[in-house]
């Protein structure tokens, strides 16, 4: 078992899971209307749940705690894509970074509940049940929103042609990535990408909106290497504002 | 030395605190119960939501409930061996669930589908000319419908 690798594929797993939970949570009380308020939350906290299990089984390979992982890293020790750190911005573009990571993220999960590494697969399966729910909504919202008005649509285009190179950004490959696919514990980033084209495309299909061609985007890269945008730190720092005033408070 | 029966008679009193008429055994989350030659009771538990805030709790309960029945060594463990689902609920459960005005999940072959979110038989008159509104609702488990019969919003706990 190639154990530096998996703790690099589990900080992956688990740093974009707490940094779109965090964003994701910033929509509690101020969502567009109350069922969205309530399913961002929902999913946020289902988000900081995932990255709870991920750390745990890094624990358990002898890194710190999770609360330790969570806030007490700098940016440059997170490997999270940019992607997930970018601020909510509008619904509409947290509506559609929702629908883009999470079509990633179910199609991770169903490789990863086939994993070599035992501890992970068995966290996978587990989760994937959870995370149906998060792919209904996004696809639910988007085929609603993508054949409105011409102002959802609209929106929902800019968002999706802004979010498009970040959403790329999410399959850079892991420095052993290599031996993760030989060794069966994950498969390559380039494989997981070409799934996910097919399954947003399915849904987009039934919308009005245009997935630009792929192939004349450059991915924005550098997070899992600890390259971050500039809005992670200050993120970080306001996840961290209570532990960093009080290290040994509970809360 | 404690016997497996008189540890379940104490955990059947212990009740999900979001959900005060389901008993953790009855929602399933009790794994595994072992007692040790060394008369040290192990009790394992999985949680529900991977994210629920109430495991915690629960798992708090569990402690409580046993130290104060006088059981002196024991370990509660969080376990993802064998993940919960919604089938674990058990006929009792579901009764209580819907008694408490939850619609209880359908118990579902294999795979849960998302087809099964639809037409949930409303807990207040039963019909099932009923739409899910949202798949979040007040807590991780819920799932918000609404029942075209009796013209109310009801909560689902919903497949998992």
């Known amino acids: ?251 | 030395m404690w016997t497996k029966e008189e540890i379940l008679a104490l955990l059947a009193k212990v009740m999900d605190p979001e959900i005060p008429v389901l008993s953790l055994l009855d929602l399933g989350v009790i794994t595994d119960i072992n007692i040790t030659q060394e008369n040290q009771v192990m009790v394992r538990m999985t949680p529900t939501f991977s994210g629920c805030p109430a495991m915690e709790y629960m798992r708090r309960s569990v402690e409580e409930t046993l130290t104060e029945a006088g059981v002196q060594d024991f370990k509660v463990q969080m376990s993802f061996d064998k993940p919960w689902n919604t089938n674990k609920i058990t006929a009792n459960g579901r009764k209580a669930l819907q008694a408490f005005g939850l619609a209880p999940p359908p118990v579902y072959q294999v795979v849960p589908d998302l087809d099964i979110l639809e037409h949930i038989a409303c807990p207040y008159c039963n019909s099932t000319n009923t739409i899910l509104r949202t798949p979040f609702g007040p807590t991780l488990c819920r799932a918000m419908h609404y029942c075209n019969n009796c013209r109310q919003m009801f909560e689902q706990f919903k497949p998992l």
Request: proline fraction near 4%.
């Open chain 1, 1 to 251: 078992m190639n154990e530096l690798a998996i703790k690099e594929l589990l900080y992956t797993l688990a740093d974009n899971q707490l940094i779109l939970g965090h964003r994701n949570s910033e929509w509690t009380g101020i969502g567009p209307i109350l069922e969205e308020d309530i399913a961002f939350s929902s999913m946020a906290q289902d988000k900081l749940g995932h990255s709870l299990a991920f750390y745990t089984l890094l624990h358990e390979l002898g890194e710190s705690d999770p609360d330790t992982l969570a806030f007490m890293r700098n940016a440059a020790q997170f490997h999270c894509c940019h992607l997930v750190e970018l601020p909510i911005g509008e619904y509409d573009f947290s509506l559609i970074r929702h629908f883009l990571y999470d079509h990633a993220e179910a199609i991770r999960f169903e490789y990863l509940a086939q994993s070599s590494y035992e501890p992970a697969a068995k966290v996978a399966a587990k989760l994937r049940g959870e995370l149906k729910y998060h792919l209904l909504h996004a696809n639910t919202m988007v085929k609603q929103l993508g054949n409105a008005t011409a102002e959802s649509i609209s929106r929902l285009q800019q968002s999706l042609n802004y979010a498009f190179p970040y959403a790329l950004g999410m399959f850079q490959p892991s420095p052993y990535e290599a031996d993760l696919a030989s060794s069966n514990i994950f498969p390559r980033e380039s494989n997981i990408q070409a799934q996910w084209l097919e399954s947003i495309q399915k849904i987009l299909a039934q919308t009005q909106l245009q997935q630009t061609a792929v192939h004349t985007i450059s991915p924005v890269l550098g997070g899992r290497l600890g390259q971050h945008s500039e809005y992670l730190q200050p993120l970080l720092d306001e996840m961290a504002e209570v532990i960093n005033i009080d290290p040994s408070t509970e809360w």
